[in-house]
């Protein structure tokens, strides 16, 4: 009999299915396991005589532990008595057996309840991953209009934090109500994300959390989005100043956001110490006309031998 506590006993069976499908290569397996074990003799109740084997029949049964049981039922009802949907109690559930690369969804309402067990299952995966020694898994996590909000920001910064995101390259998290509080708890899982290469947080009000989350970012980096994030001249000169810490940044997109001409001309000015960098986007972003300014910043940049196409204002 097998028994699997807190999950589907037909996902722990499956390999002994496969093996035990072939009865005599099954008994040989179990035969050459015994002869391995030292002193395995031992354990024979009349000495002399050999270790016989007789059928064993598979039953699966399903045996949730009591903590588990409570624990789930505490989880599915969250704040405000809003309850998990099916669809992520059985993700939270599978994750850890399905071991995705990418995790993609689109203007699907997810909210913070689902969002943090969608993050729960990310740790269990994690945990049973590292019991078993096996490699990170998790590539990309595209979360795209879903209103996960700040509670749903700082789940994945947990389960970042946790050893989740060793494997990310690829964050996006457009259009889910991320405010200054999930950005800043997002910059204190980012650090545990060693190879990620693009964080996309547009149409988010991230903010005075925007700093906090500059300081989670690595020299990776190669694209970041924070188009209409409510950055104002502070989060602009923020982001000058962390440029040197980006060597492989490429793409900057900040259009639409509140700024003056202070916070343009040091992002502008930015761009020198990253020659690289493919694309400046700010267009739509400052709160003053350019039209005197335009002219000299563009001859800042031909001064250091830059393609003034890169500068969009």
């Known amino acids: 009999m097998l028994k699997a506590p807190g999950v589907k006993a037909a996902w722990a069976s499956s390999s002994l299915r496969k093996i035990m499908s072939n009865a005599e290569l099954f ?26 084997m007789v059928r064993a029949d598979l039953e ?35 994750l850890m057996w399905s071991r995705p690369k990418s995790m993609q969804y689109a203007f699907h309402q997810i909210g913070e309840v689902n969002a943090r067990a969608m993050c729960e299952g990310l740790e269990m995966a994690y945990n049973a991953d590292h019991a078993r020694m096996d490699p990170p898994h998790l590539e990309e996590i595209s979360i795209w209009g879903c209103g996960i909000g700040n509670g749903g920001a700082c789940a994945l910064a947990q389960a970042f934090s946790l050893g989740c995101g060793q494997k990310l390259q690829s964050i996006i998290l457009d259009e889910n109500g991320i405010g200054a509080a ?3 708890a997002l910059g204190a899982g ?12 547009p149409k988010n009000p991230l903010g005075k959390g925007f700093s906090s989350l500059l300081r989670g970012l690595g020299p990776t980096l190669k694209v970041l989005d924070a188009a209409e994030a409510s950055l ?15 060597p492989l940044l490429r793409s900057l997109r900040l259009a639409g956001n509140v700024m003056s001409l202070l916070g343009i001309e040091a992002l502008v000015r930015s761009m020198l110490l990253v020659k690289d960098m493919q694309q400046l986007d700010l267009r739509g972003s400052c709160t003053t006309p350019l039209t005197t300014e335009w002219h000299r910043l563009m001859k800042l940049l031909q001064k250091a031998g830059l393609d003034t196409r890169k500068l969009r204002l």
Do not use: H, Y
Not at 238 to 244: F, H, K, T, Y
């Open 27 to 52: 008994s040989n397996q179990i035969a050459e396991v015994l002869g391995s074990v030292p002193q395995i003799w031992l354990l024979l109740v009349k000495e002399g005589e050999p270790f016989t």
């Open 60 to 94: 699966e049964m399903d045996i949730p532990r009591e903590s588990e049981r409570a624990q789930s039922k505490i989880s599915e009802i969250e704040d405000f008595g809003q309850p998990i949907d099916t669809e992520f109690l059985e993700l939270r559930k599978n």
């Open 182 to 184: 999930g950005a800043k």
């Open 190 to 201: 980012l650090p545990a994300c060693p190879n990620l290469r693009e964080l996309s947080l």
């Open 232 to 246: 104002d001249d502070a989060a602009a000169t923020a982001m000058a100043g962390a440029m040197p810490g980006f």
